[in-house]
C-alpha cells in the first residue's frame, strides 16, 4: 500500500493513497498520523491494508484527488534518521579526486551518521538555505521506515522491521563539510533539512523488485529539466538494507518511525548519471582535471521519481525549488 501525510501541524494528517498516485482517503478511522500507525502496527496494518484495496478499486465514497504539493514528507518527524553511504564505489571515486586512500574497512563495515530528524521538508517544499557560497548539493537516495527493532538483530532478521521505502533528497553544503569532518566530529551545519518523496510504500508493492535489501529500479534525477543521471539503485549497492538496519542497531534499539537512508545512489559505470553534484564533479575533476559544473544556485530546481517497469511513477516525486533564505523573524 502507498501512505502520505496531508500537511497539518507537526506531525500531519495520514492519507492512505491509490497505486496509480491519482486518489486518497483519509486514515483517520484507523491512525491520526503515521508515526501512530508505526507505533501500532500490528493493528493498523490489516485496517489501512483495507482501505487501500477500497481505494484502488473506487469503493471509497469519500476519496479525493490526490495533491502532492499539499504533502509533508510522509514522516513530518521522526525519532532518528540515521544515513548510511551503501554505495562504497561512490565514496571510493572522491576519495580519488583527492588523492586520499581507500581504507579497505569501508568495503565490509558500513559508514554512518545521525542526521536532523525533527523536520523533513515535503516532497514540493522549497530549499531554504541563506548563502549559495556553502555548495548547495542535493543527494537522492532510498530509505526505509522501520518499526522497532531490537539491538543487536542479525541481517537475517533485518528486513523483517521494514515496514515502509521512500526516495530522500538529502541536501549537503559542500564547502561546509571539509571544516566540519577536520574537527574529528562528524556532520551537523552541513547537513540541513532532507526532502522526502510525496508516498511511502509498502515492500510488496515493490514485488520482485525488492529483494536482497535492495530497491531494484532506477533512480531519475533532473537539474532544471536537464537530465542529471539515471543510475540504477540495485546496481553496485554494497551493503543492502539488512546491512545497514544490522549496523545502525549493533548498540541501540531503534523506534518504530526510525528512518535509515542508503546514501547516494550511484553505479560505477559513467553513463548512468549521477544523483548528486559532488560526484559528477569528481568525474570532471579526474577526466579533464577540473569541475565545471557548478553547486545549485537560487531559483534551480531538483526533481527525483522513481519509475516501475511500465513507465508509472512509485513515490511520486520530490521536486523543489532552491531559494534564498531571509533569516528569523524578529
Known amino acids: 500500500m502507498k501512505l502520505a501525510s496531508l500537511k497539518h501541524g507537526r506531525d500531519g494528517r495520514l492519507l492512505v493513497v491509490s497505486r496509480d498516485l491519482r486518489r486518497a ?26 482501505l487501500y ?11 479525493f484527488a490526490f495533491d502532492p504539493v499539499e504533502c509533508a514528507a510522509p514522516l513530518p518527524r521522526a525519532y532518528q534518521w540515521a544515513d548510511g553511504s551503501a554505495y562504497v ?26 542526521g536532523m530528524s525533527d523536520g523533513f521538508l515535503g516532497p514540493h517544499d522549497d530549499i531554504e538555505l541563506a548563502d549559495e557560497a556553502w555548495g548547495i548539493d542535493f543527494e537522492g537516495e532510498v530509505a526505509v521506515i522501520t518499526g522497532d527493532v531490537p539491538m543487536g538483530v542479525n541481517e537475517h532478521r533485518a528486513l523483517d522491521h521494514v515496514r515502509l521505502l521512500m526516495l530522500v533528497n538529502d541536501v549537503s553544503l559542500r564547502h561546509l ?13 552541513s547537513k540541513p533539512a532532507t526532502a522526502c518523496s510525496p508516498v511511502a510504500v509498502t515492500p510488496d508493492e515493490l514485488g520482485r523488485h525488492w529483494h536482497n535489501g535492495q530497491v531494484h529500479h532506477r533512480l531519475r534525477v533532473t537539474l532544471n529539466g536537464v537530465l542529471f543521471g539515471e543510475p540504477h539503485a540495485g546496481t553496485d549497492m554494497t551493503f543492502g538494507f539488512d546491512r545497514l538496519i544490522a549496523h545502525a542497531s549493533l548498540s541501540r534499539c531503534l523506534g518504530a ?24 564533479r569528481t568525474r570532471e575533476l579526474l577526466d579533464i582535471g577540473e569541475a565545471s559544473t557548478p553547486f545549485m544556485r537560487f531559483g534551480d530546481t531538483v526533481r527525483m ?23 528569523p523573524d524578529q
Not at 500507525?37 to 489501512?48: G, Q
Request: proline content about 7%; hydrophobic content about 35%; overall charge negative.
Open 177 to 189: 563539510i571539509p571544516a566540519e569532518l577536520a574537527k574529528g566530529f562528524g556532520f551537523f551545519q
Open 89 to 114: 564505489s561512490h565514496i571510493e571515486l572522491v576519495r580519488k579526486a583527492r588523492g586520499a586512500e581507500m581504507p579497505p574497512s569501508f568495503w565490509n563495515d558500513p559508514l554512518m551518521y545521525q
Open 305 to 327: 521519481e522513481m519509475c516501475d517497469a511500465g513507465g508509472h511513477s512509485i513515490f511520486g516525486a520530490i521536486e523543489q525549488r532552491l531559494t534564498p533564505y531571509s533569516g
Open 53 to 63: 484495496q477500497r481505494l484502488n478499486r473506487g469503493e471509497h465514497q469519500a476519496a
Open 257 to 280: 518511525g526510525t528512518i535509515i537512508g542508503s546514501g547516494t545512489v550511484s553505479n560505477r559505470d559513467p553513463n548512468a548519471g549521477a544523483c548528486c553534484i559532488a560526484e559528477r
Open 25 to 50: 482517503c483519509s486514515a483517520d478511522g484507523v491512525a491520526p498520523t503515521l508515526q501512530a500507525a508505526l507505533d501500532n502496527w500490528d493493528k493498523c496494518e490489516p485496517a489501512l491494508r483495507r
